[in-house]
Protein backbone atom coordinates (compact mmCIF):
# COMPACT_ATOMS: atom_id res chain seq x y z
CA UNK A 1 0.00 0.00 0.00
CA UNK A 2 1.01 3.58 -0.38
CA UNK A 3 0.74 6.81 0.80
CA UNK A 4 -2.27 8.28 -0.13
CA UNK A 5 -2.36 11.91 1.34
CA UNK A 6 0.46 13.94 1.36
CA UNK A 7 1.50 12.87 4.82
CA UNK A 8 4.94 14.15 6.47
CA UNK A 9 6.59 12.98 9.40
CA UNK A 10 7.35 15.00 12.62
CA UNK A 11 11.40 15.80 13.09
CA UNK A 12 12.91 12.95 14.12
CA UNK A 13 14.86 14.69 16.30
CA UNK A 14 12.38 15.06 18.61
CA UNK A 15 13.13 11.19 20.13
CA UNK A 16 16.08 13.03 21.99
CA UNK A 17 12.86 14.57 24.33
CA UNK A 18 12.24 10.88 25.15
CA UNK A 19 15.07 9.31 27.95
CA UNK A 20 14.00 6.10 28.36
CA UNK A 21 14.19 5.73 24.39
CA UNK A 22 18.08 6.07 24.13
CA UNK A 23 18.84 2.92 26.17
CA UNK A 24 19.87 0.01 24.44
CA UNK A 25 17.41 -3.41 25.50
CA UNK A 26 19.41 -7.06 24.91
CA UNK A 27 22.43 -4.61 23.27
CA UNK A 28 20.03 -3.32 20.60
CA UNK A 29 18.07 0.20 20.36
CA UNK A 30 14.92 -0.04 22.03
CA UNK A 31 12.14 0.51 19.25
CA UNK A 32 9.07 0.88 21.59
CA UNK A 33 5.93 0.37 19.52
CA UNK A 34 3.74 -0.38 22.53
CA UNK A 35 1.83 3.02 22.49
CA UNK A 36 -1.60 1.61 22.51
CA UNK A 37 -0.65 0.11 25.76
CA UNK A 38 1.36 3.21 27.31
CA UNK A 39 3.86 5.85 25.90
CA UNK A 40 6.63 7.34 27.11
CA UNK A 41 6.87 10.30 28.59
CA UNK A 42 9.12 13.41 27.28
CA UNK A 43 11.52 15.25 29.69
CA UNK A 44 9.49 18.27 30.13
CA UNK A 45 6.17 16.04 31.65
CA UNK A 46 9.03 14.49 34.00
CA UNK A 47 10.82 17.89 34.87
CA UNK A 48 6.98 19.43 35.65
CA UNK A 49 6.48 16.14 37.69
CA UNK A 50 9.56 17.12 39.65
CA UNK A 51 9.51 20.71 39.76
CA UNK A 52 5.98 20.28 41.42
CA UNK A 53 7.29 17.97 43.88
CA UNK A 54 10.20 19.80 44.83
CA UNK A 55 8.67 23.16 44.88
CA UNK A 56 4.69 23.19 44.92
CA UNK A 57 3.59 20.24 46.87
CA UNK A 58 0.99 20.66 49.01
CA UNK A 59 -2.75 19.82 48.87
CA UNK A 60 -5.27 21.48 46.92
CA UNK A 61 -8.59 23.53 47.74
CA UNK A 62 -7.31 23.43 51.83
CA UNK A 63 -4.69 25.56 53.10
CA UNK A 64 -4.42 28.95 52.35
CA UNK A 65 -1.33 28.98 52.95
CA UNK A 66 1.46 29.64 49.70
CA UNK A 67 2.08 26.41 48.97
CA UNK A 68 -1.33 25.42 48.69
CA UNK A 69 -2.50 28.04 46.69
CA UNK A 70 0.53 26.96 44.32
CA UNK A 71 -0.56 24.02 43.91
CA UNK A 72 -4.45 24.53 43.73
CA UNK A 73 -3.45 26.72 41.13
CA UNK A 74 -1.44 24.12 39.39
CA UNK A 75 -4.00 21.41 39.89
CA UNK A 76 -6.82 23.90 38.71
CA UNK A 77 -5.30 25.13 35.50
CA UNK A 78 -4.13 21.02 34.31
CA UNK A 79 -8.16 20.65 33.81
CA UNK A 80 -8.41 24.55 32.17
CA UNK A 81 -5.92 22.95 29.80
CA UNK A 82 -7.21 19.93 29.26
CA UNK A 83 -10.66 21.81 28.77
CA UNK A 84 -9.42 23.80 25.75
CA UNK A 85 -7.46 21.18 24.42
CA UNK A 86 -10.77 18.92 23.54
CA UNK A 87 -12.90 22.03 23.31
CA UNK A 88 -14.83 21.93 26.68
CA UNK A 89 -15.47 24.24 29.56
CA UNK A 90 -13.67 24.14 32.69
CA UNK A 91 -16.42 22.89 34.86
CA UNK A 92 -16.46 19.75 32.02
CA UNK A 93 -13.67 18.01 33.11
CA UNK A 94 -13.31 15.93 35.48
CA UNK A 95 -10.14 14.07 36.43
CA UNK A 96 -10.29 10.20 37.08
CA UNK A 97 -7.62 8.24 37.94
CA UNK A 98 -7.71 6.40 34.32
CA UNK A 99 -10.39 6.11 31.47
CA UNK A 100 -11.46 2.94 33.19
CA UNK A 101 -12.44 4.66 36.16
CA UNK A 102 -14.48 7.24 34.15
CA UNK A 103 -16.55 4.60 32.09
CA UNK A 104 -17.17 3.16 35.73
CA UNK A 105 -18.00 6.33 36.66
CA UNK A 106 -20.83 7.27 34.28
CA UNK A 107 -22.02 3.34 34.63
CA UNK A 108 -22.77 3.59 38.39
CA UNK A 109 -24.04 7.59 37.95
CA UNK A 110 -26.25 6.89 34.75
CA UNK A 111 -26.88 3.61 35.33
CA UNK A 112 -28.52 4.63 38.69
CA UNK A 113 -31.28 6.48 36.58
CA UNK A 114 -31.90 3.10 34.21
CA UNK A 115 -34.90 0.98 34.71
CA UNK A 116 -35.61 -2.60 33.74
CA UNK A 117 -35.98 -2.90 30.28
CA UNK A 118 -33.81 -0.03 29.28
CA UNK A 119 -31.30 -0.72 26.50
CA UNK A 120 -27.59 0.03 25.99
CA UNK A 121 -25.90 0.00 22.90
CA UNK A 122 -22.26 -0.61 22.50
CA UNK A 123 -19.82 -2.05 19.92
CA UNK A 124 -18.15 -6.01 19.28
CA UNK A 125 -14.76 -4.02 19.33
CA UNK A 126 -14.72 -2.44 22.93
CA UNK A 127 -12.38 -2.63 25.13
CA UNK A 128 -13.22 -4.77 28.28
CA UNK A 129 -12.97 -1.40 30.18
CA UNK A 130 -16.17 0.01 28.30
CA UNK A 131 -17.87 -3.71 28.16
CA UNK A 132 -17.33 -4.80 31.12
CA UNK A 133 -19.17 -2.15 33.59
CA UNK A 134 -22.19 -2.49 30.93
CA UNK A 135 -22.19 -5.21 31.46
CA UNK A 136 -22.37 -6.10 35.04
CA UNK A 137 -25.03 -2.83 35.40
CA UNK A 138 -27.13 -5.01 32.91
CA UNK A 139 -27.28 -8.04 35.02
CA UNK A 140 -28.26 -6.05 37.59
CA UNK A 141 -30.71 -4.34 36.91
CA UNK A 142 -32.22 -6.07 33.69
CA UNK A 143 -31.18 -3.81 31.03
CA UNK A 144 -30.47 -4.97 27.47
CA UNK A 145 -27.10 -4.62 26.02
CA UNK A 146 -26.75 -4.40 22.24
CA UNK A 147 -23.30 -4.73 19.99
CA UNK A 148 -23.07 -3.21 16.45
CA UNK A 149 -21.43 -5.77 14.78
CA UNK A 150 -18.27 -5.38 12.70
CA UNK A 151 -18.61 -5.87 9.00
CA UNK A 152 -15.92 -6.24 6.16
CA UNK A 153 -12.85 -3.90 6.50
CA UNK A 154 -13.31 -4.05 9.96
CA UNK A 155 -15.91 -1.44 10.18
CA UNK A 156 -18.75 -1.03 12.38
CA UNK A 157 -22.23 -1.80 10.51
CA UNK A 158 -23.96 1.51 11.01
CA UNK A 159 -27.31 0.13 8.96
CA UNK A 160 -26.97 -2.59 12.08
CA UNK A 161 -26.63 0.64 14.20
CA UNK A 162 -29.49 2.22 12.85
CA UNK A 163 -31.38 -0.53 14.16
CA UNK A 164 -30.14 -1.42 17.53
CA UNK A 165 -30.39 1.96 18.55
CA UNK A 166 -34.04 3.02 19.45
CA UNK A 167 -35.88 4.60 21.71
CA UNK A 168 -35.44 2.38 24.13
CA UNK A 169 -31.91 2.69 24.46
CA UNK A 170 -30.51 4.97 26.85
CA UNK A 171 -26.65 4.57 26.28
CA UNK A 172 -24.84 4.71 23.36
CA UNK A 173 -21.15 3.83 24.44
CA UNK A 174 -18.75 3.28 21.98
CA UNK A 175 -14.73 3.14 21.37
CA UNK A 176 -13.33 6.10 18.90
CA UNK A 177 -10.33 4.00 17.88
CA UNK A 178 -10.18 0.29 18.21
CA UNK A 179 -7.23 -0.55 20.60
CA UNK A 180 -6.66 -3.82 18.53
CA UNK A 181 -8.27 -3.02 15.39
CA UNK A 182 -6.91 0.28 14.51
CA UNK A 183 -10.57 1.20 13.05
CA UNK A 184 -11.80 4.79 13.49
CA UNK A 185 -15.43 4.81 13.72
CA UNK A 186 -18.44 7.43 13.16
CA UNK A 187 -18.88 8.24 16.26
CA UNK A 188 -20.48 11.52 15.34
CA UNK A 189 -23.34 9.81 13.36
CA UNK A 190 -23.42 7.36 16.26
CA UNK A 191 -24.23 10.69 18.31
CA UNK A 192 -26.63 11.95 16.03
CA UNK A 193 -28.34 8.07 15.96
CA UNK A 194 -28.35 8.47 19.83
CA UNK A 195 -29.39 11.84 20.43
CA UNK A 196 -32.37 11.47 17.70
CA UNK A 197 -33.30 8.62 20.29
CA UNK A 198 -33.40 10.27 23.15
CA UNK A 199 -29.97 8.59 24.35
CA UNK A 200 -26.71 9.90 25.67
CA UNK A 201 -23.99 9.48 23.39
CA UNK A 202 -20.26 8.22 25.36
CA UNK A 203 -17.11 8.19 23.40
CA UNK A 204 -14.27 6.20 24.74
CA UNK A 205 -11.37 7.86 23.23
CA UNK A 206 -8.43 5.92 24.82
CA UNK A 207 -6.85 5.62 21.91
CA UNK A 208 -8.60 8.76 19.78
CA UNK A 209 -7.41 11.89 22.29
CA UNK A 210 -3.61 10.92 22.14
CA UNK A 211 -3.28 10.85 17.87
CA UNK A 212 -6.11 13.05 16.46
CA UNK A 213 -7.25 16.80 17.17
CA UNK A 214 -10.50 15.46 19.29
CA UNK A 215 -13.04 17.88 19.63
CA UNK A 216 -16.27 17.17 21.72
CA UNK A 217 -18.47 20.03 20.38
CA UNK A 218 -17.58 18.85 17.25
CA UNK A 219 -18.63 15.47 17.78
CA UNK A 220 -21.31 16.80 19.73
CA UNK A 221 -21.03 13.81 22.11
CA UNK A 222 -22.32 14.02 25.93
CA UNK A 223 -19.25 12.13 27.48
CA UNK A 224 -15.56 11.45 26.40
CA UNK A 225 -12.95 9.21 28.48
CA UNK A 226 -9.82 9.23 27.96
CA UNK A 227 -6.18 8.44 29.80
CA UNK A 228 -3.36 10.69 30.18
CA UNK A 229 -1.03 7.92 30.32
CA UNK A 230 -1.02 6.91 26.27
CA UNK A 231 -0.41 10.66 25.62
CA UNK A 232 3.08 11.04 26.99
CA UNK A 233 1.28 12.03 31.00
CA UNK A 234 1.96 9.97 33.67
CA UNK A 235 -0.49 6.90 35.09
CA UNK A 236 -3.13 7.32 37.53
CA UNK A 237 -4.52 10.39 35.61
CA UNK A 238 -7.99 10.07 33.56
CA UNK A 239 -10.53 12.22 32.09
CA UNK A 240 -14.24 12.43 32.12
CA UNK A 241 -15.53 15.29 30.18
CA UNK A 242 -19.80 15.75 30.32
CA UNK A 243 -21.73 18.10 29.00
CA UNK A 244 -22.43 20.39 32.27
CA UNK A 245 -26.15 20.53 32.02
CA UNK A 246 -25.87 16.29 32.23
CA UNK A 247 -23.36 16.58 34.80
CA UNK A 248 -25.53 19.17 37.36
CA UNK A 249 -28.19 16.56 37.48
CA UNK A 250 -26.24 13.17 37.77
CA UNK A 251 -25.43 11.94 41.26
CA UNK A 252 -21.45 11.48 42.35
CA UNK A 253 -19.62 8.55 41.92
CA UNK A 254 -16.92 8.93 45.17
CA UNK A 255 -18.11 10.26 47.99
CA UNK A 256 -15.97 12.16 50.88
CA UNK A 257 -13.77 14.98 50.90
CA UNK A 258 -13.74 18.04 48.55
CA UNK A 259 -16.31 16.67 46.59
CA UNK A 260 -18.71 17.92 49.61
CA UNK A 261 -20.22 21.79 49.81
CA UNK A 262 -21.60 21.20 53.63
CA UNK A 263 -22.16 18.08 55.67
CA UNK A 264 -23.84 17.70 58.58
CA UNK A 265 -24.52 14.74 60.45
CA UNK A 266 -27.82 14.10 58.91
CA UNK A 267 -27.11 15.82 55.18
CA UNK A 268 -24.44 16.46 52.63
CA UNK A 269 -24.75 18.80 49.54
CA UNK A 270 -22.28 18.19 46.76
CA UNK A 271 -19.40 20.83 45.67
CA UNK A 272 -20.11 23.18 42.34
CA UNK A 273 -18.34 21.35 39.05
CA UNK A 274 -16.24 19.36 38.72
CA UNK A 275 -15.12 19.13 42.38
CA UNK A 276 -18.10 16.97 43.03
CA UNK A 277 -16.95 13.92 41.24
CA UNK A 278 -13.48 14.46 42.33
CA UNK A 279 -13.50 13.17 45.93
CA UNK A 280 -10.57 12.93 47.80
CA UNK A 281 -7.16 14.34 47.50
CA UNK A 282 -6.73 14.02 43.24
CA UNK A 283 -3.56 13.04 41.55
CA UNK A 284 -1.87 16.74 41.37
CA UNK A 285 1.22 16.05 40.42
CA UNK A 286 -0.57 13.71 37.39
CA UNK A 287 -2.21 16.33 36.49
CA UNK A 288 0.35 18.50 36.48
CA UNK A 289 2.00 15.64 33.81
CA UNK A 290 -0.95 15.76 32.13
CA UNK A 291 -1.02 19.48 31.57
CA UNK A 292 2.63 19.44 30.41
CA UNK A 293 2.31 16.58 27.98
CA UNK A 294 -0.73 18.49 26.31
CA UNK A 295 1.69 21.13 25.56
CA UNK A 296 3.93 19.32 24.32
CA UNK A 297 1.38 18.16 21.77
CA UNK A 298 0.14 21.38 21.09
CA UNK A 299 3.11 22.67 20.51
CA UNK A 300 3.45 19.51 17.78
CA UNK A 301 0.22 20.21 16.78
CA UNK A 302 -2.04 17.09 16.58
CA UNK A 303 -2.82 17.22 12.85
CA UNK A 304 0.82 16.69 12.59
CA UNK A 305 0.70 14.03 15.08
CA UNK A 306 -1.55 12.26 13.16
CA UNK A 307 -0.35 12.53 10.38
CA UNK A 308 2.89 11.22 11.65
CA UNK A 309 0.98 8.19 12.74
CA UNK A 310 -0.66 7.42 9.55
CA UNK A 311 2.57 7.84 8.00
CA UNK A 312 4.39 5.29 9.92
CA UNK A 313 1.10 3.42 10.06
CA UNK A 314 0.95 3.05 5.81
CA UNK A 315 4.79 2.19 5.64
CA UNK A 316 4.19 -0.48 8.16
CA UNK A 317 0.37 -1.82 6.55
CA UNK A 318 3.01 -1.87 3.09
CA UNK A 319 6.31 -3.40 4.70
CA UNK A 320 4.34 -6.23 6.81
CA UNK A 321 1.83 -6.83 3.90
CA UNK A 322 4.75 -8.47 2.09
CA UNK A 323 5.23 -11.04 4.87
CA UNK A 324 4.33 -14.84 3.80
CA UNK A 325 1.89 -15.83 6.04
CA UNK A 326 1.31 -12.20 7.70
CA UNK A 327 -2.19 -11.51 8.01
CA UNK A 328 -3.39 -7.65 9.24
CA UNK A 329 -6.04 -7.53 11.40
CA UNK A 330 -7.89 -4.46 10.88
CA UNK A 331 -9.02 -1.98 8.09
CA UNK A 332 -6.29 -1.86 5.01
CA UNK A 333 -6.61 2.06 4.06
CA UNK A 334 -4.96 4.93 6.21
CA UNK A 335 -7.91 6.95 5.88
CA UNK A 336 -10.57 4.83 8.06
CA UNK A 337 -7.50 4.15 10.51
CA UNK A 338 -5.04 5.10 13.20
CA UNK A 339 -1.77 3.57 14.31
CA UNK A 340 -2.84 0.27 16.22
CA UNK A 341 -1.66 -2.23 13.88
CA UNK A 342 -2.48 -5.52 14.60
CA UNK A 343 -1.43 -8.82 12.78
CA UNK A 344 -1.31 -12.60 12.86
CA UNK A 345 1.76 -14.77 11.72
CA UNK A 346 0.71 -18.21 10.90
CA UNK A 347 2.26 -20.91 12.66
CA UNK A 348 3.92 -18.55 15.99
CA UNK A 349 1.32 -17.72 18.19
CA UNK A 350 1.76 -13.87 19.14
CA UNK A 351 3.31 -14.52 22.56
CA UNK A 352 6.42 -16.17 21.60
CA UNK A 353 6.74 -13.58 18.37
CA UNK A 354 6.41 -10.84 21.10
CA UNK A 355 9.18 -12.46 22.97
CA UNK A 356 11.66 -13.20 19.81
CA UNK A 357 10.83 -9.88 19.06
CA UNK A 358 12.41 -8.12 22.58
CA UNK A 359 15.25 -9.95 21.82
CA UNK A 360 16.07 -7.17 18.74
CA UNK A 361 15.29 -4.61 21.12
CA UNK A 362 11.70 -4.74 19.61
CA UNK A 363 8.39 -3.69 22.29
CA UNK A 364 5.04 -4.84 20.93
CA UNK A 365 2.25 -6.27 22.22
CA UNK A 366 1.09 -9.76 22.24
CA UNK A 367 -2.21 -11.17 23.61
CA UNK A 368 -6.10 -9.98 23.45
CA UNK A 369 -5.81 -6.49 24.07
CA UNK A 370 -7.98 -6.19 26.75
CA UNK A 371 -11.17 -7.22 24.15
CA UNK A 372 -11.66 -10.98 24.38
CA UNK A 373 -15.48 -10.77 22.96
CA UNK A 374 -13.77 -8.79 19.76
CA UNK A 375 -11.01 -11.87 19.50
CA UNK A 376 -13.63 -14.30 19.54
CA UNK A 377 -16.08 -12.46 17.28
CA UNK A 378 -12.87 -12.41 15.36
CA UNK A 379 -12.35 -16.25 15.64
CA UNK A 380 -8.81 -15.37 17.08
CA UNK A 381 -7.35 -16.20 20.04
CA UNK A 382 -5.16 -13.18 20.58
CA UNK A 383 -3.03 -10.68 17.50
CA UNK A 384 0.43 -9.17 17.58
CA UNK A 385 0.04 -5.35 17.89
CA UNK A 386 2.55 -2.89 16.54
CA UNK A 387 1.15 0.61 17.79
CA UNK A 388 2.75 3.78 17.46
CA UNK A 389 3.14 7.57 18.38
CA UNK A 390 5.22 10.90 17.81
CA UNK A 391 9.15 9.04 18.44
CA UNK A 392 8.41 6.35 16.17
CA UNK A 393 10.56 5.78 12.62
CA UNK A 394 10.34 4.51 9.82
CA UNK A 395 13.35 2.39 10.98
CA UNK A 396 11.33 1.07 13.99
CA UNK A 397 9.46 -0.64 11.58
CA UNK A 398 12.34 -2.06 9.33
CA UNK A 399 13.60 -3.08 12.45
CA UNK A 400 10.27 -5.01 13.68
CA UNK A 401 9.74 -6.35 9.91
CA UNK A 402 13.09 -8.00 10.04
CA UNK A 403 12.51 -9.42 13.85
CA UNK A 404 9.60 -10.90 12.34
CA UNK A 405 11.39 -12.19 9.24
CA UNK A 406 13.89 -13.88 12.13
CA UNK A 407 11.07 -15.80 14.10
CA UNK A 408 9.75 -16.81 10.95
CA UNK A 409 13.19 -18.57 10.74
CA UNK A 410 13.12 -20.08 14.08
CA UNK A 411 9.77 -21.49 13.98
CA UNK A 412 10.49 -22.94 10.42
CA UNK B 1 13.06 15.99 7.21
CA UNK B 2 15.38 14.01 9.09
CA UNK B 3 14.18 10.53 9.99
CA UNK B 4 17.37 9.27 10.58
CA UNK B 5 18.09 8.16 14.37
CA UNK B 6 19.55 11.15 16.07
CA UNK B 7 22.17 8.94 18.31
CA UNK B 8 25.19 9.89 19.21
CA UNK B 9 28.17 7.91 18.02
CA UNK B 10 28.89 6.41 21.40
CA UNK B 11 25.15 5.58 21.65
CA UNK B 12 24.97 3.93 17.59
CA UNK B 13 28.23 2.32 18.91
CA UNK B 14 26.10 0.22 21.49
CA UNK B 15 23.85 -1.06 18.92
CA UNK B 16 24.61 -3.98 16.80
CA UNK B 17 22.07 -3.75 14.57
CA UNK B 18 23.48 -6.14 11.69
CA UNK B 19 22.56 -9.09 13.98
CA UNK B 20 18.87 -8.56 12.92
CA UNK B 21 18.89 -10.53 10.02
CA UNK B 22 17.19 -13.70 8.39
CA UNK B 23 20.28 -15.82 8.43
CA UNK B 24 22.38 -17.15 11.18
CA UNK B 25 20.57 -17.74 14.19
CA UNK B 26 22.50 -17.18 17.61
CA UNK B 27 23.30 -19.54 19.56
CA UNK B 28 20.67 -19.02 22.17
CA UNK B 29 18.01 -18.92 19.26
CA UNK B 30 19.31 -22.50 18.14
CA UNK B 31 18.71 -23.69 21.69
CA UNK B 32 15.11 -21.86 21.44
CA UNK B 33 14.43 -23.70 17.84
CA UNK B 34 15.82 -27.41 19.64
CA UNK B 35 14.11 -26.84 22.90
CA UNK B 36 11.34 -25.30 22.11
CA UNK B 37 10.08 -25.35 18.86
CA UNK B 38 10.60 -29.23 18.40
CA UNK B 39 7.96 -30.04 21.09
CA UNK B 40 5.86 -27.14 19.94
CA UNK B 41 5.52 -28.53 16.46
CA UNK B 42 5.94 -32.34 17.18
CA UNK B 43 4.32 -32.40 20.79
CA UNK B 44 5.14 -35.61 22.77
CA UNK B 45 1.65 -37.93 24.18
CA UNK B 46 -1.09 -35.79 22.61
CA UNK B 47 -4.52 -37.34 22.93
CA UNK B 48 -7.43 -38.58 25.12
CA UNK B 49 -6.40 -41.64 27.13
CA UNK B 50 -9.04 -44.12 26.77
CA UNK B 51 -8.77 -45.62 30.58
CA UNK B 52 -7.39 -42.32 32.24
CA UNK B 53 -8.03 -42.41 35.90
CA UNK B 54 -8.05 -38.59 36.11
CA UNK B 55 -7.72 -35.16 34.26
CA UNK B 56 -7.49 -31.52 35.08
CA UNK B 57 -8.02 -28.52 32.62
CA UNK B 58 -6.08 -25.59 32.68
CA UNK B 59 -6.53 -22.18 30.91
CA UNK B 60 -4.52 -19.14 30.93
CA UNK B 61 -6.14 -16.11 29.93
CA UNK B 62 -2.89 -14.48 28.89
CA UNK B 63 -1.96 -16.61 26.09
CA UNK B 64 -5.20 -18.31 25.58
CA UNK B 65 -3.39 -21.43 26.88
CA UNK B 66 -5.35 -24.29 27.35
CA UNK B 67 -4.25 -27.73 28.49
CA UNK B 68 -6.45 -30.82 29.33
CA UNK B 69 -4.25 -33.64 30.83
CA UNK B 70 -5.16 -37.00 31.33
CA UNK B 71 -3.46 -39.31 33.57
CA UNK B 72 -3.73 -43.05 34.21
CA UNK B 73 -2.66 -44.44 37.87
CA UNK B 74 -1.74 -48.07 38.04
CA UNK B 75 -0.68 -48.95 41.97
CA UNK B 76 0.54 -45.50 42.88
CA UNK B 77 2.31 -45.00 39.66
CA UNK B 78 1.58 -42.76 36.58
CA UNK B 79 1.45 -45.34 33.95
CA UNK B 80 0.34 -43.49 31.16
CA UNK B 81 -0.31 -39.99 30.26
CA UNK B 82 -1.61 -37.48 27.58
CA UNK B 83 -2.49 -33.88 26.68
CA UNK B 84 -4.92 -31.81 24.23
CA UNK B 85 -3.92 -28.43 23.85
CA UNK B 86 -3.29 -25.26 22.56
CA UNK B 87 -1.53 -21.85 22.90
CA UNK B 88 1.96 -20.34 22.73
CA UNK B 89 5.18 -22.30 22.05
CA UNK B 90 6.29 -22.04 25.65
CA UNK B 91 2.91 -23.71 27.13
CA UNK B 92 3.00 -26.65 24.78
CA UNK B 93 6.72 -27.25 24.61
CA UNK B 94 6.57 -27.58 28.62
CA UNK B 95 3.74 -29.63 28.74
CA UNK B 96 4.76 -32.32 25.87
CA UNK B 97 8.09 -32.49 28.34
CA UNK B 98 6.47 -32.55 31.69
CA UNK B 99 4.55 -35.71 30.13
CA UNK B 100 7.74 -37.53 28.69
CA UNK B 101 9.00 -36.90 32.22
CA UNK B 102 6.73 -38.08 34.67
CA UNK B 103 5.38 -40.93 32.26
CA UNK B 104 5.99 -44.01 35.14
CA UNK B 105 6.78 -41.69 38.06
CA UNK B 106 5.30 -42.46 40.75
CA UNK B 107 2.59 -40.16 41.75
CA UNK B 108 4.27 -39.02 44.65
CA UNK B 109 7.15 -38.16 43.38
CA UNK B 110 5.22 -36.43 40.61
CA UNK B 111 3.68 -34.40 42.93
CA UNK B 112 6.94 -33.00 44.23
CA UNK B 113 8.17 -31.58 40.97
CA UNK B 114 9.69 -28.12 41.57
CA UNK B 115 9.23 -24.81 38.94
CA UNK B 116 12.68 -25.02 38.96
CA UNK B 117 12.93 -28.54 37.35
CA UNK B 118 10.37 -27.40 34.46
CA UNK B 119 12.02 -23.98 33.69
CA UNK B 120 15.07 -26.38 33.54
CA UNK B 121 13.77 -28.84 31.10
CA UNK B 122 13.14 -25.33 28.77
CA UNK B 123 16.40 -24.86 28.69
CA UNK B 124 15.73 -21.03 28.13
CA UNK B 125 15.38 -18.04 30.14
CA UNK B 126 11.72 -17.44 30.94
CA UNK B 127 10.82 -13.69 31.74
CA UNK B 128 8.16 -12.62 34.61
CA UNK B 129 5.25 -12.36 32.37
CA UNK B 130 5.75 -15.66 30.13
CA UNK B 131 5.92 -18.02 34.00
CA UNK B 132 2.58 -18.33 33.38
CA UNK B 133 2.56 -20.06 30.27
CA UNK B 134 5.67 -22.11 31.10
CA UNK B 135 4.22 -23.70 34.67
CA UNK B 136 0.23 -24.01 33.41
CA UNK B 137 1.83 -27.74 32.45
CA UNK B 138 2.70 -28.05 36.23
CA UNK B 139 -0.13 -26.49 37.39
CA UNK B 140 -2.40 -28.84 35.57
CA UNK B 141 -0.45 -32.16 36.91
CA UNK B 142 -0.04 -30.61 40.76
CA UNK B 143 -4.14 -30.23 40.75
CA UNK B 144 -4.82 -32.88 39.08
CA UNK B 145 -3.25 -35.13 41.73
CA UNK B 146 -4.28 -33.00 44.73
CA UNK B 147 -8.06 -33.50 43.31
CA UNK B 148 -7.45 -37.11 42.79
CA UNK B 149 -6.24 -37.55 46.13
CA UNK B 150 -8.82 -35.99 47.55
CA UNK B 151 -12.20 -37.21 45.36
CA UNK B 152 -12.85 -34.07 43.37
CA UNK B 153 -13.38 -34.39 39.81
CA UNK B 154 -12.84 -31.89 36.65
CA UNK B 155 -15.89 -31.88 34.52
CA UNK B 156 -14.41 -29.42 32.09
CA UNK B 157 -11.73 -31.79 31.11
CA UNK B 158 -13.59 -33.32 28.17
CA UNK B 159 -14.26 -30.78 26.48
CA UNK B 160 -10.88 -29.11 25.21
Known amino acids: MQVTKNLQLLDGRLVNDFPILKQTVNGKRLAYMDNGATTQKPQEVIDAMTNYYQKDNANVHRGVYQLSQRATTAYEHAHDVVAKFIGAKFEEVIFTKSATESLNLLAYSLGSTLKPGDEIVLSQMEHHSNLVPWQQLAKEKGLALKFIPIIENYRLDMDAAKRLITPKTKIVSIVHMSNVLGTINNVKELAKLAHANGSFMIIDGAQSVPHMPVNVKELDCDFLVFSGHKMLAPTGIGVLYGKKEILEKMKPFLYGGDMISEVTFENSTWNDLPWKFEAGTPNIAEAVGLAAAIYYLQKLGMGKVFEHDLFITSYALEKLSQIDGLKIIGPSNIDERGGAVSFTLEGVHPHDLSEILDRFGVAVRGGHHCAMPLMSALKLNSTTRASFYVYNTKEDVDILVEGIKKAKEIFK | ?160
Request: charged letters at 30%.
Open chain 2, 1 to 160: MNEKFPLTQEEAALIDRNEVGPSNLTEEEELYKENIIDHYKYPHNTGVLQDYTFSRREFNPLCGDDIALYVKVSSGEISDISFVGKGCAISQASISMLTDKVKGMQLKEAKDIKREEVLGMLGIPIGIVRMKCALLSLKALSRGIEQFETGGQDEEAGSC
